[in-house]
């Protein structure tokens, strides 16, 4: 899923059966996770210690959620907020750090779901007693509801697991109009059963996405319900002003006993927007008043970090998990000069990967990339098979420029979020040593993979990333080089627009191997020769740098959620310090 924020599971597979029952493994993404990186202490561990009930925690941030409607939400921090607080899906992930945070639960459905014809049908069947925000039963029909509402074409942004396996949905376009989906069958208000046009065993896997989360037919506005998403969760909306604050209450209808990973410890939970992210630095730092009670949405900056690390007590307060999540310079391969090979590798070459770590944040918060999928999918440690030094090859860039009919260098753009301006800036300078002058266009994160997801209107050059759904290369080099899925509007994962025909039948033919143990390996081959083409530049695997107020409990990164806080969990230590 799309970089800044998407979910995966850190822990490896090791074996996927056709009755799947969960994942649990043992290796560990790219860099040092000993504790001897200042920023990684508390990697794996909960800080604050258990919350108490009551109070408000108050979410500070630099932005806007980008989707919280379910059907539209594959971006990780507003997965983690939506899917924790606000909505169900079939299946979650535990509410664990480190490693077990990878493993499997049933969250609406009553187990991990049921194979049948060779894992091309999935049944799960739904819990009893659960219930939206108003009273009304939750059914197997909003869940396929939600899932059908997925493929319309006015709300575009979401996963497409749906896209990609349910049998029969080429051409599908939603439930406008009365169109249903045969492959998607309710005998009855508790059961579901989706027909797969391939065998996938990994489906619960994708179960724990938005897309299977229940939407009411009757509270469905479309766009519109991205403004008002109705709660099958902890808590319910009780205002939205966009850009401004959003503020959650208690659903008084969500049954605890339903449910074996959310607490739900605070009683009011509010997001103040539009925020300068060194405002909220210095105001965690300093942590005083109802700031104690407070946790950032996004990253420390950079330039904060030693503010944090030079001082015991507020790096006590310091989370820094691993993204396992890979950012990368995606070039517009359907467009000059960038559909030249020879350009693309220039780009490799010339980009020096250690001014762009050190832009966001130096080495103790960031690993250098040298492969495209992060190390959790190689064992634990990328491989280099390009081996470019990490401050580039300048000579080696402008030799492939020269044998390209670019000598001379060229003009182009690039588009990176607001808060990754610096990073752009050492983009720009470090191409530009080869005579590539990069102009650089910064977005609002909000409106960011809008932005960047519309092909015609975007720039040759975007820096983003992506960041498996699970652990498992099926999540990864398909959604950012797979042509075949590529949209007009909404397009999200291949920003680099790669279509390329020998690629894309490896990764049908690896989708098909039986063998989970077989398909790891033929997926990390795989990656090194999509990296030869240089549909893309890999820069840094990125670490979460989150400091918590002082009254803040039960704090971790969350590995399914790429580092960012398990919002399941977190509460406060003294409610009445909280000023509710």
Same mark, same amino acid.
């Given at each position: 899923?799309?970089?800044r ?5 850190t822990?490896?597979?090791? /074996? ?6 969960g ?21 794996g !561990?909960?800080?604050g ?6 109070g ?25 907020f ?8 079939? $299946? ?16 609406? &459905?009553?187990?991990?779901? *049921?194979?049948?014809?060779?894992a091309?049908?999935?049944t799960?069947? #739904?819990?009893?007693?659960?219930k ?33 396996y ?15 989906? &045969? ?10 059963v ?8 990994e ?28 709660? @099958?969760?902890?808590y319910?909306?009780?205002?939205y ?5 959003l $503020? ?31 405002? =909220? ?17 996004d990253?420390?900056?950079?330039? @904060?970090?030693?503010?944090?690390l ?45 001014? $762009? #770590? ?18 959790? %999918?190689?064992?634990?440690k990328?491989?280099? /098979? ?7 090859? *300048? ?5 492939? %420029?020269?044998?390209a ?10 588009t ?14 470090s ?11 910064? $977005?609002?994160?909000? !409106?960011?993979?809008? /932005?960047?997801g ?31 899925? =590529? ?42 020769a999509?990296?030869?083409? !240089? ?12 400091? =918590? ?6 704090a ?12 399941a ?6 409610p009445?310090k909280?000023?509710?």
């Amino acid at each position: 899923m799309n970089m800044r924020t998407r979910t995966l599971a850190t822990a490896l597979v090791t /074996t996927l059966t056709l009755a799947a029952t969960g994942c649990s493994g043992g290796g560990t993404s790219g860099g040092d996770r000993t504790g001897r990186n200042p920023a990684t202490t508390h990697t794996g !561990a909960v800080l604050g210690g258990t919350p108490q009930k009551g109070g408000t925690l108050t979410v500070l941030s630099n932005q806007d959620f980008t989707h919280l409607d379910p059907a539209r939400n594959w971006v990780m921090g507003d997965m983690d907020f939506g899917t924790r607080l606000l909505y169900r899906a079939l $299946v979650t992930y535990k509410a664990e750090p480190g490693t077990k945070g990878g493993d499997l639960v049933p969250d609406l &459905a009553e187990n991990l779901g *049921v194979s049948s014809n060779g894992a091309r049908t999935w049944t799960f069947t #739904l819990k009893p007693g659960l219930k939206y925000e108003d009273g009304t039963p939750i059914t197997s029909q909003d869940i396929k509801h939600n899932v059908e509402r997925s493929f319309s074409p006015d709300l575009p942004g979401g996963p497409d697991y749906a896209a990609r396996y349910l049998a029969g949905a080429e051409g599908y376009q939603g439930p406008a109009g009365g169109r249903h989906l &045969a492959s998607v069958k309710t005998p009855d208000s508790r059961t579901i059963v989706f027909e797969l046009r391939t065998p996938f065993a990994e489906f619960p896997f994708a179960a724990t996405l938005p897309t299977f989360a229940p939407v009411p037919p009757s509270q469905d506005r479309g766009p519109q319900y991205d403004n008002r998403p109705f709660s @099958s969760g902890p808590y319910k909306v009780d205002s939205y002003a966009r850009d401004k604050q959003l $503020v959650l209450v208690r659903n008084t209808h969500w049954d605890p006993k339903t449910d074996q990973v959310r607490k739900a410890y605070p009683d009011r939970i509010v997001v103040t927007m539009g925020l300068k992210a060194n405002q =909220i630095d210095d105001r965690l730092i300093a942590a005083t008043g109802p700031d104690a009670s407070a946790v950032p949405w996004d990253k420390l900056r950079p330039e @904060s970090t030693p503010k944090v690390l030079t001082k015991p007590d507020i790096r006590a307060r310091l989370l820094a998990e691993s993204t396992s999540c890979t950012e990368m310079v995606q070039m517009h391969t359907g467009r000059a000069p960038f559909d030249d090979v020879k350009v693309r590798q220039a780009v490799q070459y010339a980009l020096d990967r250690e001014a $762009v #770590l050190t832009a966001s944040g130096g080495p103790a918060l960031n690993d250098p990339a040298t492969a495209l999928m992060p190390g959790v %999918l190689f064992g634990g440690k990328q491989p280099d /098979t390009l081996g470019i030094p990490l401050t580039g090859d *300048v000579p080696k860039a402008k030799e492939l %420029l020269k044998e390209a009919g670019r000598a001379d260098g060229f003009t182009t753009r690039i588009t990176v979020s607001n808060g990754d301006k610096a990073v752009g800036e050492a983009v720009q300078q470090s191409l530009g040593r080869a005579g590539i002058k990069v102009i650089i266009e910064t $977005v609002d994160p909000s !409106a960011f993979y809008d /932005t960047i997801g519309d092909t015609k209107n975007r720039t040759d050059l975007v820096y983003t990333g992506w960041c498996p759904d699970y652990p498992s290369g099926s999540t990864f080099l398909p959604f950012v080089f797979d042509g075949r899925f =590529i949209k007009e509007k909404g397009n999200s994962g291949n920003h680099s627009l790669f279509r390329d025909d020998a690629t894309m039948k490896r990764m049908d033919e690896i989708a098909a191997m039986a063998d989970a143990t077989q398909a790891a390996k033929a997926w990390r081959e795989l990656d090194a020769a999509i990296l030869a083409k !240089a549909p893309t530049a890999p820069v840094v695997v990125e670490r979460k740098p989150l400091l =918590i107020g002082t009254n803040i409990a039960g704090a971790f990164g969350h590995t399914s959620f790429g580092g960012q806080l398990d919002y399941a969990t977190v509460g406060l230590k003294d409610p009445s310090k909280s000023g509710n």
